[in-house]
């Protein structure tokens, strides 16, 4: 019996890796596909004032618009990195963003977006003047991009990154650590780079309502990065009681559901969801009011 379980568990193993491989191949397939068609498409999400909840910027988020389905960065960004795709990904993100950069300028929204940048795409040979390039060729600056990356890159790729870092800034674009407090979270790191912008991952914003030690943590992270110079950015932001106590806490930017979900871009989302979150704002200040 123990024999016959032993050839069964073998012939059990074998398909299953296989089924693994050819899976793995099969998404690596569809995604080079998906870059070769230009599948991708971008959503965006506003980053508000706290104090008045007009929108400051947008963060650019990609989607995959396959047929049947818009698949969330979740399930195809690490794949891309391990696979060596991101690249080619980013760059169509980049032409994305600064066209419609142009487009609301055409129309009067002067609005900055906020782009993602993954760890190969930052750290590729030409990675500035091929972001310059695309910049110049849509006649938009770069002083109304920010480049959102992680405090791991600049940890990791130290030498490197710094050298990257001060070009992008000498060229005019913004920079911004995304998810602190995630990982490694070094303090070191925002005092060491030229970085302008922090933003507090959702992680360190749910626990606010019931945590009193999150509450002081945040509030310490706030006073002490903008005593370094830097805007800080609340990520998640989801409920009433969040945006208040970061408010009072000095936060002076928010992202999250409470102001506006990542939404396609058609022509009347600036001012609609301007609008609508300016409404979400003074309507918790109403219900502040005695
Ligand atoms: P991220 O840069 O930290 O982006 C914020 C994520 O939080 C987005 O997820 C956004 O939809 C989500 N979010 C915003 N507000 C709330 C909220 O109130 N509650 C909750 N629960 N979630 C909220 P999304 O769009 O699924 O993107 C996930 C991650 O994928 C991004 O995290 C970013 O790291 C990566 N990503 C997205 N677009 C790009 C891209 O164009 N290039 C690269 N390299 N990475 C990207
Ligand atoms: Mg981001
Ligand atoms: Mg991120
Ligand atoms: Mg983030």
Known sequence: ????????????????????????????NKLKRAIARREFVLHFQPIVAMATGAHVHYEALVRWNRPKALVQPAQFIEF?????????????????????????????????MAVNVSRSQFLEEDFVEDLLARATRHGVAPSRMVLEITESLLITDSAAAKVVLARLIASGFRIAVDDFGVGYSSLSV?????????????????????????????????ALFQSLGLEVVAEGVETAVQHEFLAAAGCNLGQGWLYGKPMPATPALAAASAMESRLVVSRLRDKDRP
């Open 190 to 222: 925002l005092v060491e780079y030229p970085v302008q912008i922090v933003k507090l991952d959702k992680s360190l914003i749910r626990p606010l309502e019931c945590d009193p030690r999150a509450r002081a943590m945040v509030s310490g992270f706030i």
């Open 80 to 112: 891309a990195e391990n696979e060596g795709l991101i690249n080619h990904i980013g760059r169509q993100v980049f032409d994305m963003a600064f066209a419609q950069l142009r487009d609301w300028a055409g129309e009067g929204v002067p609005a900055t």
């Open 1 to 28: 019996a123990a024999k016959a379980a032993g050839g069964s568990r073998l012939r059990f193993f074998e398909p299953a890796i296989a089924q693994k491989a050819q899976a793995r191949l099969n998404l690596r």
